[in-house]
């Protein structure tokens, strides 16, 4: 049985009448304690019979053409077995979503840190080692390798609705102000990883990957083989952000290398190589104009902003992509810039466009309320437009308002001082909100869902980059065929099963979550038909089934096994309705007078994000999101040479992403009740990156509440503030 579903129309709401008691609940991830105890296999747990190790060797130069390499000068230390070159190799790690072609570099360089090569070992050291000690000859090129100075930029057209211009002119009050963030890390706890077997023409990757479908094209496309050669295993990932989206450099190079010499290789990346090569979000530089009436109505909108890229990559961070639907404005104008730089390739990184752009863009509407002596919340809630402000599509649901106002009802917002006036001791106190905004995404996914007896598998090469996935996936198929959830297994990150959406743009839950929904749907109805009921008037529960006046075991009607296949896509209702998380950010800061240092002392986050599936991970994700936002507004700063573009924070110690004594014990996390008809057929939507969408500038505004100054130069280092 296979079923192929195309989002038309809105969706009715099984899940809210199957009644088992399992969807949303905080039902613990099964596969926790095989993560807690080790026993959880990630991609370098695995070292199959005669593996060598092989370590990725990185340009020392931002541009130019490789002339030689000293080979047998490492061929000569003990364990060293090869050193590799090859074009498939040095490809720029181009993003799978974004569809781009792969660079075939041959000998040439493009940034500074680029793999060149690999050294294969008998042993990880004994590879390191010579990777660091191979001496290479080449010609370096002229090369910019800063936005500021490269001559080589591409403005697009402008996005735009109404007339900014004359909106902008005639507006009472007027903020303009420029922005600028940092190129910032995924920094995914487990490094990039992969290991390559070939039986034959066959070659089974194991790879730390968020979109293994995806990815299995690309291996196939990297190698020149079919895809039906390739498998590709990921049954656990350690945190991916973006940053394992697409193939690496070392998954191409394992599978070159285990192919040439005939054995298993494996290829771990070190913490630097992961900074150095791994793609990066770009720096970004914003000017955000926002004109209003003196009672407060915005009636301009302008959110400019440069980022950039290596030549040839068409990624380019959407800074302004929340901008153009938060609020409405007689004149909207969006213009993005984009800077071609020889530095390490920008790419998708947690909440790409709304992470960084929110920064600015919820800071200036903060500003235009104090130039407006008005409150920041009322400001908000005043200028909700009713539709897009672009393209006019209605939203599919938004509960903007509702968040912002249970929002600031929750933190005590009524009680907000004015700026600048509170202190203890040394310490000047703030608070600050914002509002939070990520557009959904549906996208293309397949699962299959067996049964016997009340006895469930669900098989999909979706993935779990630590979301949640294997809990999610489990308590959708035990809601529907009324099983407690401990009776549904879940297999993931395996290519020859069903190809799912994979994880990113927070849209694995809605899009593996619905093919997994309509494959047990599909159960529902075989179900139905053998006990001799509808399937409307089916009721599955504790491994019984009722229907007109019949009910069986599921044991009896069921003894062998039954599966069904379904596929989610999406369809028309994309592009009818617009669908959105939202939400509203609160945050405390406490700021030294003297140091500058700067403490986040509580944050709250109300958001509303459809049907919650699970309302443990659901706010384990929201609260990364919101520890994301403390970072970006306090400490992540990745920084590289001006003269090569060699980056220079490059560990988890000088790229600092918040710790234990970074966030605050009152982290809360509320959801409002949501169902989002016109996104999928769960009613869900994405949550973890609509947690980082705003909340850095909730802790910004907070800051200049405290201070009564504002940095617009991110992140408000200590040195920032005095
Ligand atoms: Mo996400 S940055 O699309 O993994």
Request: aromatic share 6%; charged share 20%.
């Amino acid at each position: 049985m296979k079923d192929h579903f195309t989002m038309d129309s809105p969706q009715p709401r099984l899940l809210d009448e199957t009644k088992q008691g399992v969807i949303g609940t905080p039902m613990d991830r099964p596969d926790g304690p095989r993560k807690v105890s080790g026993t959880a296999d990630y991609t370098a747990d695995h070292a199959p019979d005669g593996m060598a190790h092989g370590m990725l060797v990185r340009a020392t130069f931002a541009r130019g053409r490789i002339t030689g390499m000293d080979r047998d000068a490492v061929l000569g230390i003990a364990g060293v077995i090869d050193v590799i070159t090859d074009p498939r190799m040095i490809r720029n790690p181009a993003q799978g979503m974004a569809g781009a072609a792969p660079v075939q570099t041959g000998d040439e360089v493009h940034f500074h840190g680029q793999p060149i090569a690999l050294v294969v070992a008998e042993t990880f050291e004994a590879a390191r080692d010579a990777a660091q000690r191979l001496t290479v000859q080449y010609q370096a090129a002229p090369a910019a390798v800063s936005p500021e100075t490269t001559p080589d930029t591409e403005t697009g057209d402008p996005v735009t609705a109404g007339d900014f211009d004359s909106a902008w002119s005639a507006a009472d009050v007027q903020i303009d102000r420029a922005y600028t963030t940092p190129s910032q890390a995924a920094a995914a706890m487990e490094p990039h990883a992969a290991i390559a077997e070939w039986q034959g023409d066959h070659v089974t990757l194991r790879s730390a990957l968020q979109m293994v479908r995806f990815n299995k094209a690309e291996l196939a496309d990297t190698l020149g083989i079919g895809p039906s050669k390739v498998r590709i295993l990921a049954p656990f990932v350690g945190g991916g952000f973006g940053s394992k989206l697409g193939l690496g450099p070392e998954a191409a190079a394992a599978a070159i290398a285990a192919q040439k010499l005939g054995r298993p290789v494996r290829v771990v990346m070190t913490r630097q190589t992961v900074f150095d090569t791994v793609l990066r979000r770009s720096e970004t530089a914003q000017r955000v104009r926002l004109g209003a009436t003196k009672d407060g109505r915005i009636t301009a909108i302008s959110h400019d902003d440069r980022v950039s890229n290596i030549d040839g990559e068409g990624f380019a961070e959407p800074v302004s992509q929340a901008s153009q639907f938060l609020y409405g404005a007689s004149g909207l104008s969006f213009t993005q810039t984009v800077a071609r730089i020889a530095a390490t390739p920008a790419g998708s990184v947690r909440a790409p466009g709304e992470a960084v752009g929110m920064l600015a863009f919820e800071a200036a509407i903060d500003e235009l309320a104090d130039a407006l002596g008005m409150d920041p919340l009322e400001l908000r809630l005043k200028n909700l437009p009713q539709k897009h402000p672009i393209d006019g599509r209605p939203y599919s649901a938004r509960r903007l308002a509702d968040c912002l106002t249970e929002g600031a009802a929750r933190f005590g917002w009524a009680d907000r001082w004015t700026a600048g006036t509170r202190r203890e001791g040394d310490w000047l106190i703030g608070i600050g909100m914002a509002s939070a905004a990520r557009s959904n995404m549906l996208v293309k996914s397949s699962a299959r869902v067996r049964l016997t007896g009340d006895q469930a598998t669900v098989e999909t090469d979706m993935t779990d980059i630590g979301t949640g996935t294997y809990a999610i996936l489990a308590q959708i198929t035990a809601e529907m065929l009324g099983l407690p959830a401990a009776n549904v297994a879940v297999r993931l990150g395996d290519s020859d099963l069903p190809g799912a959406s994979g994880s990113g743009g927070s849209f694995g839950a809605n899009s593996a979550g619905s093919a997994v929904f309509l494959a047990a749907k599909k159960l529902r109805a075989e179900i139905a038909e053998r006990l001799g009921c509808d399937a409307e008037g089916l009721t599955l529960q504790n491994g019984q089934a009722r229907g007109d006046n019949r009910e069986a075991a599921l044991a009896d009607l069921v003894p062998e096994e039954i599966f069904a296949e379904a596929t989610i896509e999406k369809g028309k209702t994309a592009k009818s309705h617009f669908s959105s998380g939202f939400g509203a950010h609160f945050a405390e800061v406490a700021v030294n007078e003297w140091t500058g240092e700067i403490r986040v002392r509580r944050m709250l986050g109300v958001m509303s994000m459809g049907r919650i599936l699970n309302e443990k991970t659901a706010r384990s994700q929201a609260l990364g999101g919101m520890i994301w936002g403390i970072g970006a507004a306090l400490t992540e700063e990745m920084q590289s040479d001006p003269r090569d573009g060699h980056i220079v924070t490059r560990d988890l110690a000088n790229y600092h992403v918040p710790a234990h004594a970074d966030v605050p014990g009152d982290m809360q996390v509320v959801f409002l009740e949501e169902r989002d008809d016109w996104a999928n057929p769960i009613q869900t939507k994405g949550i973890g990156e609509l947690g980082i969408s705003g909340a850095g500038a909730a802790v910004i505004n907070a800051i200049s509440h405290a201070t009564g100054k504002r940095s617009y130069d991110y992140p408000v280092l200590p040195d920032r503030m005095v």
